[in-house]
């Protein structure tokens, strides 16, 4: 070698007018770039200098974190702490969401937006777009705002693919953060990233390993760490998405050689034997990290020669350890960029950043993911501009380019396996920012058990969307048994078109108190049965004030670990709004859920009944009984006047998922009444009832399979799909 050099156990000082300047190149390669760590360790220990660093996706989001002074046991602990869910689960707590998107939870809807531009079907450009992932990286920079990537500690390149021209696109300067997501962004599954009117996506695409860049930076030395992922064996290749998987590993594969085809024979190359992990296993992180340890074992000869004496590297380090001082300066402004249907102040309102109060990291990165939650945005971002006396929180949130109108689907099955098995299918059509308020128009159709068309139109009647009024259609046709003791004995089918105008307020996202008038048609007939069990009149005038109170803070719907949630409605039919019949029917119903560890215990209670006098109609009494509703009853068996319900369950999370919930087993508790039943000789007084289940977070929704048995001797083994109960 044309230098002089010492090794570790020397200490001797090399000459450092000669010492070669080096640079690392970090490949990409997904989580298998977490071996670059392990990597950076060996580099420290046997006092290896950085000069530079050039990095490619993962390699670009680990060279960053160094190349601004984070210590190697600093991205340990991130790490460790970084999941697939925490990468890529956008939606922000459910607790932090609109009442309009809970009130969409309990729906069958499960299918992801749909956009409908000038009669044509639009997707999503990415199956997440990033915005979670952007929190994170965040965390890994410690050099916040705009920077010149050649000021920072140790010089920096980053590489992503020009998704438009098919070039690498070489980033020399920038935000970090933003920086680091565009070289990442792999396509389909990460939406792409917009620089200066560009479309990036993951640099693995051109320069998956960045020799060529780290030699114009001025190397000597290149240190190439190699991580990415090999091509698939035949018998992979088993399906679209193998496939499509392995056209991308050839084409990385591809520019990967002809990278290393640029290693010269003092350059050093690093190739971990990551053994079967992929580029998605980001739940492993800790596990790959040791084994760039190993595969920079296996050149230590190589990398002796290029060590430094303790007291040099140590002085090194030192000016390339960066200890960041908390930014304390008050945000002046917060600026939105570019809106052209939302309403500013309308984002703004689900901010908890304050003007004139020094900016939270946390708080501004919670809201990044509250605003993207709203459902209005494919992409949220923030950027620092500092002015003259003055700093300005410009939020970029791009509109969603597939909108402003949207069609999602939705599907629920049921089965107590005996007599009543129903199937549902749903799709819904929405109109968003109709007018500058954020008046939205939507409309559901639903077909099978139960066929529906609702239809309402929501106009907030301030920017924040706090007060609000709303007309509404529906039409509802459906039909349920009667049964006496568990057999079935008669059929009812009722058909409705209503109209109503709801007035109504949203405590932020707390809950909603709607109050409204509703009138039109309902008809009610004995399908099948005795006539004495006939519901009355046929064709009925409908005229009444409802009101309903809906509080949520559950974390979820399908499966919740924690919070609670109450409703109640009141349904005042009126004679002096032209009903044909008076009453007054009232329920309500809460739960509460705690959990310990992976153990939730679920406690809900259900109560209805009547006020006053007036006895309700045949035809609008309480249906009961079935899985978690008085397991071990058929579905619906129970019918009558009031109702009172209770019911303890307990949940073990058994099988933990990425981005869904996982699959859980459990068991209920249960006790209710269904009291004035319509049929003589249906269950009485108190019943008591259990039930064992799993469950699972599936793509289609929530699914059960259970077995639920009374005290009584009934019994029923059930399967649910969606949100079918």
């Not at 929190?135 to 980053?158: C, E, M, N, Q, Y």
Request: net charge negative; with cysteine; glycine share 10%.
């Amino acid at each position: 070698m044309a230098w002089s050099a010492t090794t570790p156990e020397s200490g001797q000082a090399a000459d450092p007018a000669r010492r070669p300047k080096i640079c690392l190149a970090l490949s990409g390669g997904g989580a298998r770039g977490a071996a670059h760590i392990g990597v950076l360790k060996v580099l420290e220990r046997y006092r290896v200098p950085i000069d530079c660093i050039a990095g490619t996706s993962m390699g670009a989001l680990v060279g960053a974190a160094y190349a601004t002074g984070m210590k190697t046991e600093e991205m340990d602990e991130i790490t460790g702490a970084i999941s697939t869910e925490l990468l890529f689960k956008e939606k922000p707590p459910r607790e932090e969401l609109s009442m309009r998107r809970k009130l969409e939870d309990y729906t069958l809807l499960f299918s992801p937006e749909i956009g409908l531009v000038d009669g044509s079907l639009k997707l999503p450009k990415g199956a997440v777009t990033g915005v979670q992932l952007e929190t994170v990286l965040r965390k890994l920079s410690k050099a916040k705002g705009f920077h010149r990537f050649d000021d920072l500690p140790i010089p920096f390149r980053a590489v992503a693919t020009d998704l438009v021209t098919g070039k690498a696109v070489i980033f020399k300067e920038g935000e970090l953060a933003n920086v680091m997501r565009a070289s990442m962004s792999v396509p389909v599954a990460v939406a792409p990233a917009e620089f200066s009117g560009m479309m990036l996506v993951d640099g693995m695409l051109t320069e998956n390993l960045p020799v060529q860049v780290a030699r114009s930076m001025g190397a000597d030395i290149v240190i190439a760490v190699n991580v990415g992922t090999p091509l698939l064996r035949r018998d992979q290749l088993d399906g679209i998405l193998g496939v499509a998987a392995q056209m991308v590993s050839i084409l990385t594969e591809q520019n990967v050689q002809a990278s290393l085809a640029l290693l010269k024979p003092t350059d050093i190359l690093i190739s971990p034997e990551l053994e079967d992990y992929t580029t998605a296993d980001f739940d492993s992180l800790a596990k790959i990290a040791p084994l760039g340890q190993a595969a920079a074992e296996k050149v230590s000869a190589q990398l002796a020669q290029l060590s430094i004496p303790a007291g040099q590297y140590a002085a090194l380090r030192q000016r390339q350890i960066v200890a960041v001082a908390p930014d304390v300066q008050p945000i002046n402004e917060i600026r939105f960029e570019n809106l052209k249907r939302v309403n500013p102040e309308t984002v703004r309102s689900v901010m908890e950043t304050a003007v004139n109060q020094p900016m939270d990291q946390d708080t501004v990165d919670k809201d990044m993911r509250r605003i993207y939650g709203t459902g209005d945005f494919e992409h949220v971002n923030y950027r620092l501009i500092d002015e003259p006396g003055r700093r300005v929180l410009a939020v970029d949130a791009v509109e969603k380019t597939w909108g402003p109108d949207f069609m999602r689907f939705g599907l629920g099955l049921s089965s107590d396996f005996s007599s009543a098995a129903y199937f549902e299918l749903a799709a819904s059509y929405r109109k968003t920012w109709i007018n500058s308020l954020g008046a939205y128009w939507n409309t559901m159709l639903q077909f099978g058990h139960t066929n529906s068309l609702l239809s309402e139109f929501h106009q907030p009647l301030n920017a924040e969307g706090s007060f609000f009024v709303a007309p509404r259609v529906e039409l509802v046709a459906s039909s349920f048994d009667l049964y006496q003791g568990s057999t079935n004995v008669a059929t009812y089918s009722t058909n409705s078109a209503l109209i109503g105008l709801d007035v109504g307020t949203q405590f932020q996202r707390y809950g909603e108190l709607r109050i409204g008038l509703v009138g039109g048609k309902l008809s009610a007939e004995l399908e099948t049965g005795p006539p004495e069990l006939s519901p009355g009149a046929g064709r009925i005038t409908e005229g009444a004030i409802r009101a309903s109170l809906v509080l949520d803070r559950l974390n979820s719907t399908h499966f919740p670990r924690s919070g609670w949630r109450s409703t109640i409605d009141i349904y005042n039919s009126n004679s002096a709004l032209g009903s044909d019949e008076s009453y007054t029917k009232w329920s309500a119903d809460g739960t509460a859920v705690y959990s310990f560890g992976e153990h939730t215990f679920n406690l809900s209670a259900k109560a209805g009944g009547r006020i006053g006098s007036d006895t309700l109609p045949r035809y609008n009494q309480f249906q009961w009984g079935g899985f978690l509703a008085q397991s071990g009853y058929k579905t619906g068996q129970l019918y009558g006047e009031n109702l009172a319900y209770g019911r303890l369950m307990y949940y073990h999370r058994i099988w933990r998922g990425s981005l869904l919930e996982g699959a859980y087993g459990g068991l209920s508790l249960e006790l209710g009444k269904v009291g004035d039943p319509l049929v003589s000789g249906s269950p009485e007084g108190l019943l008591k009832s259990g039930s064992l289940f799993i469950g699972a977070d599936l793509p289609l929704g929530p699914a059960y399979l259970g077995y639920g048995r009374a005290a009584d001797g009934n019994q029923s083994f059930y399967f649910f799909l969606g949100r079918a109960f």
